[in-house]
């Protein structure tokens, strides 16, 4: 990319920066809601924020279950106790998960990194302060922090940023592993292999924090790191103006999409009394797979469509009109029970048989 | 249909709603028609799944008088899948991780949902504007 420059938005955050300010002069308690990408949401209790929520950063629950520290079933197992609520601290320690201190650093460190989120993205608008909402936040911290030091560190870290040799944002680059590099080498750190094994081309620093379970800053001080030292790459062209390939798929193109239009003058009833539904096949085109590179003479163009070797298979000539589905006689499977119906002539044999093939969409 | 005008709505909803990881529209059958999707999930199972899916969410409203149905989401530890009908015909399925605000999504979409209808029902005469010589992708 030409210009790898990171700066601060700064009139965003004059006004971020103005409005928490005010908040902690004025011992305000409630939900600062910040409008932009990613924005966030600031929770303040008596002028400190005691927890800072972004789509922009792993909360506390993802930094904990995507970095494998808990998993989906233990965690779902917590949050059925009784009392748990939707951060279940006292559970998570109880069952040796983790440990008090520990959670305590995932809170601030999820708050401190979503700060940097808000901070290094773009800030449109503040909303006025609202009272806390619903449940509030997920996982508060129990001290809260003095906001302007939370953005004062934040821009800390901005600065560091920009300062690497190849400053990465997190939500721009969308790295990829230079050819060779070795994902599985044990000399690299951790950190280093799952970024290696991630990395597609497609995700953000943003996006493999999440993937991963780390914090957003680290994995873009790692990731900036990884580019200046020649592990990762980052191709030239933003990938909005790359072109777009157009791929056929291999069994030939799409079956028509059949679109239902009543046919005024044909309407004729049915049993539920609607009118019958007359198809017409609507042609939508042909597969377009993003990012997958095809060979020149699969490209379709709409002046010259592709044509397949094997002409597709013909639409059936008349699908019934669009009704409730109707079981077809053996369609369950168990047609031998249903042929020996015919022989049972006594009401008995039907209550036999009800009770035989009654399944739970038969309607009875 | 104009493919690249297409791609870009769907490329354009991944960069602008943050935490959409992946997104494909399908016929309503299920037929897969486009897919921005990562190599770690196969497009035309997620297009028929959205589709199943979607059917039998329209049905629970409609069976339930839940009214017209908006979209369906499933809810995971580490993320979502929404499911949105574009028209009759066709529908959207996008992903996002834990981090997607599903207001802002939602938000994002409905307009997206618009545009993609329309490029879907284009006629077949429309040339593509990658097909154009000297087009660029500005007229998308």
């Known amino acids: 990319m030409s210009d790898r420059r990171i700066s601060l938005d700064r009139a965003g955050y004059g006004l971020l920066s103005r409005t928490l300010a005010e908040c902690g002069r004025e011992e305000a308690t409630g939900e600062l809601r910040v409008c932009g990408r990613p924005g966030g949401a600031f929770h303040l209790r008596g002028g400190l924020v005691v927890a800072v929520e972004s789509p922009g950063a792993p909360g506390p629950e993802a930094l904990l279950l995507r970095s494998g520290r808990i998993s989906g079933e233990q965690w779902d197992g917590l949050l059925r106790e009784p009392g748990a609520g939707r951060w279940p601290e006292a559970g998570l320690i109880a069952h040796g998960y983790a440990g008090a201190a520990q959670l305590r650093v995932v809170r601030m460190s999820a708050l401190q990194d979503a700060v940097f989120a808000v901070v290094v993205g773009r800030v449109e608008g503040v909303r006025p302060l609202t009272a806390p909402s619903g449940a509030g936040p997920l996982a508060p911290v129990a001290l809260g922090e003095s906001p302007l030091r939370l953005l004062q560190e934040a821009t800390r870290k901005l600065t560091a940023l920009a300062a690497l040799p190849w400053p990465v944002l997190p939500d721009r680059e969308r790295p990829v592993p230079v050819p060779g590099a070795d994902r ?57 103006v790359l072109p777009v390939p157009v791929r056929v798929p291999s069994a030939g193109a799409l079956l028509p999409l059949r679109r239902e239009e009543p046919v005024a003058g044909e309407q004729q009833p049915e049993r539920a009394g609607r009118p019958v539904r007359r198809e017409q096949p609507v042609r939508l085109g042909e597969l377009v797979r993003l990012g997958e590179p095809v060979p020149p003479e699969r490209i379709a163009r709409p002046d010259h469509p592709v044509q397949p070797d094997d002409a597709p298979p013909p639409p059936p000539p008349d699908r019934p009109p669009r009704q409730l589905p109707r079981r077809r006689p053996g369609a369950s499977g168990i047609t031998e029970t249903l042929a020996a119906a015919h022989r049972e002539a006594s009401w008995k044999g039907f209550f036999r048989l009800r009770n035989r093939i009654w399944t739970p969409d038969s309607g009875t | 249909m104009d493919h690249e005008a297409l ?103 409905r307009p997206a949902l618009t545009r993609i209808g329309s490029i879907l029902s284009a006629p077949e005469t429309v040339p593509a504007v990658s097909a154009v010589t000297g087009a660029g992708p500005e007229a998308v």
């Open chain 1, 184 to 240: 599985d080498d044990p000399r690299l750190p951790p950190v280093r292999r799952d970024l290696l094994t991630h990395a597609d081309g497609r995700r953000t620093a943003r996006d493999l924090a999440f993937l991963t379970g780390r914090g957003v800053y680290p994995v873009t001080v790692e990731i900036a790191r990884m580019l200046a030292e020649g592990l990762l790459q980052c191709a030239d062209v933003p990938p909005t």
């Open chain 2, 7 to 109: 791609a870009m709505e769907m490329r354009g909803l991944r960069e602008q709603v943050t935490g959409v990881t992946d997104t494909a529209v399908a016929a309503a059958d299920g037929l897969l028609i486009a897919a921005d999707t990562a190599e770690d999930i196969d497009p035309e199972g997620l297009a028929a799944i959205a589709a199943a899916g979607l059917g039998l969410a329209r049905r629970t409203a409609e069976a339930t008088g839940r009214g017209t149905l908006h979209q369906t989401v499933a809810q995971g530890s580490h993320g979502c899948a929404a499911v949105y009908a574009v028209g009759e015909s066709a529908l959207m399925v996008v992903l996002g991780d834990e981090g997607v605000d599903m207001d802002r999504l939602h938000e994002e979409t």
